[in-house]
């Protein structure tokens, strides 16, 4: 960080930037043809000003009242470096607010700037910087008209941080809107940021403005990129900045992004992800009570605070137990207990082991305690700590009732008890991959004698096993090109682009096959099967509860629906399932 003790000495490094800076060129691609189109023009201090930093420079001029004259040198440094290249491009050249609004800077002194070598002002667009808050974006839009005049374009810079807004984007009319870093950057691994760089392609669409993806670092960003419909993208994976211009990227880059697999795009990991809630947005702040306290201390604070449900006792700072208010007044109402107990030890009436929860606990992850068999923390509640130290409490009345609502909005967008992609989400990728035009496989998967376990053993246990289904086959594909979507109930659908896709789906049913039989009482594995009934209501026995996979190959000619798809995978369960094999293959059908 400059600090701006010797005045004069940082004035003169202004003055002396006038011959001071170089001309540094980033270049920008357009996305379908992978063609060099234009370059970004950044201006760099040289030793004659000590090599200090672009931003501690422009820091120093806007300190001094000179930002828009330090601007209008970088202007003329970067388009007299660009002219005299003869490139056949565009120009992007960075500009503030401050250039256009300063009442010292005329419009001919902008025009004369970025004409410096000759410049066609036709060919060069403005980056509005996000360096400043624009408070009138009215007032600068009609500034802006003198050098749209002119043919000069305009883009809004780094959109989505800073001070880059909708109001800007609205009232500036740019032609072109460069997407920030930070969405653009691991936009392949994020549902979140794949969810707003979506929204902003339709907004641009609306408003007439050419999308680029700033800050590409990744082959994976860049191909999403590609398939949203992007047309301009820049970073340090297509070129990083040099003093001259490109014609070309590499090659390397091109063939990258030649190959036949789709990826699969993230998805939501549940609620929490779009709605971060964890424990210690559900403490209640309670005394706690120690071994020393009496259950005459107990009636004391349950009279003066009449709204908590429990109180803790602790030791050392450490919960020890949990003392239910409902479970105390009754064992205090009755005969003789004031007289016997009041004045002993409050640990006598109370639970030896609470539920103890960590406040940073996930909401998610609690959905656990309410499948489990000790079901206390309905009415007792749960005790919150911070690494191991008393925090305050919770009711499990609160639980439910987030818990249940985080479980509505997931079923929005995904199936609520495996968080997979429900039907929609299947079928808009296997469109995705029918539009590709490129080989893949779609498999259907279903359990063999659901019902009758999950009549046996009840629906928590037929809960777990369809997650231990969906935990199998997560595991066992190729997250970057295989898909798993929860179609339903026991149904999943597979849409496989992995070159052994067929050695996965046999290794699933094997693997599944071994550990759903830790979900089957003893009895019934040394029998191999349940006594139960059937749909007709008779009583039959049935095998242990086993998967079919039912695959399709799809290749040319390419069915023109997805639901086509889905019909054929499901006939080939259909077989697999009548033949009593865990994997069957539909042959001769696409």
């Not at 170089?22 to 379908?32: E, H, K, W, Y």
């Not at 990227?249 to 990258?256: E, G, H, K, N, Y």
């Not at 409902?326 to 640990?347: I, N, W």
């Not at 789906?505 to 550990?515: A, D, G, I, P, S």
Request: charged share 25%; net charge negative.
């Amino acid at each position: 960080m400059i600090l701006f003790r010797d005045h004069a000495r940082f004035t003169s490094l202004l003055d002396r930037a006038q011959s001071g800076l170089v001309a540094m060129f980033q270049p920008l691609i357009r996305l379908d043809t992978m063609d060099v189109v234009a370059h970004e023009g950044l201006a760099r201090s040289t030793e004659t000003l000590g090599n200090i930093s672009t931003p501690e420079l422009l820091n120093l001029a806007r300190a001094e009242g000179r930002l828009g004259e330090f601007e209008l040198t970088a202007a003329r440094t970067v388009c007299g470096a660009f002219a005299a290249q003869k490139n056949h491009g565009r120009l992007l050249v960075n500009l503030s607010a401050q250039a256009f609004m300063q009442e010292s800077i005329k419009p001919d002194d902008l025009l004369a700037a970025l004409s410096t070598g000759g410049m066609d002002l036709s060919r060069i667009t403005i980056e509005l910087t996000e360096r400043d808050i624009v408070d009138e974006p009215a007032r600068l839009a009609h500034a802006l008209g003198y050098l749209r005049a002119h043919g000069v374009r305009f883009a809004l810079d780094d959109f989505g941080n800073g001070h880059s807004n909708f109001e800007m984007w609205n009232e500036i009319h740019p032609e072109v809107v460069k997407i920030d870093r930070y969405l653009i950057h691991g936009l392949a691994k994020s549902a979140e940021r794949l969810a707003i760089v979506r929204a902003l392609c339709q907004v641009a669409e609306t408003l007439g403005a050419d999308l680029v993806g700033e800050g590409v670092e990744d082959v994976d960003d860049l191909r999403m990129l590609r398939e949203l419909g992007i047309p301009f993208a820049q970073g340090f994976l297509l070129g990083r900045p040099i003093p001259h211009t490109i014609d070309t990227i590499d090659d390397s880059v091109r063939a990258s992004l030649d190959g036949d697999v789709i990826a699969v795009p993230p998805r939501p990991r549940g609620p929490v992800t779009q709605r971060p809630m964890h424990l210690g947005h559900l403490v209640i702040e309670a005394p706690a009570l120690t071994a020393h306290h009496t259950n005459h201390d107990v009636i004391a604070i349950f009279t003066q605070q009449p709204e908590l449900h429990a109180l803790a006792v602790v030791e050392d700072d450490h919960p020890v137990g949990l003392i239910n208010r409902r479970v105390f007044s009754e064992r205090m109402a009755q005969p003789y207990t004031r007289e016997l107990y009041g004045r002993k030890s409050c640990t006598a009436f109370m639970h030896e082991a609470p539920l103890l929860c960590d406040v940073r606990q996930s909401l998610e992850s609690m959905a656990d305690i309410l499948r489990g068999q000790d079901q206390r923390y309905l009415s007792d509640g749960f005790v919150i700590t911070r690494e191991g130290q008393y925090l305050g409490l919770g009711t499990g009345e609160s639980l439910v009732r987030r818990v249940t609502e985080l479980r509505i909005e997931a079923a929005r967008y995904a199936n609520p008890l495996t968080f997979l992609p429900g039907n929609i989400p299947v079928t808009e990728h296997v469109a995705r991959l029918l539009r590709a035009e490129v080989p893949f496989t779609v498999a259907y998967v279903d359990l063999n004698h659901f019902k009758p376990f999950n009549d046996q053993y009840g629906y928590f246990r037929g809960d777990e096993m369809i997650r231990l289904l969906a935990g199998t086959l997560t595991t066992q594909v190729n997250p970057r090109c295989d898909f798993v979507g929860h179609i339903g109930g026991d149904d999943f659908l597979l849409v496989l682009q992995s070159d052994d896709w067929d050695a996965r789906c046999r290794h699933m049913v094997e693997l599944f096959n071994q550990r759903s039989r830790s979900l089957f009482a003893d009895e019934d594995i040394a029998r191999q099967g349940i006594v139960g009934e059937d749909r007709h209501g008779n009583t039959q026995f049935f095998p242990l509860t086993t998967v079919a996979i039912g695959a399709v190959r799809v290749a040319p000619p390419f069915p023109g629906h997805p639901e086509t798809l889905a019909t054929l995978a499901a006939r080939a369960k259909r077989h697999a399932k009548r033949a009593q094999v865990g994997f069957y293959l539909l042959a001769g059908e696409s």
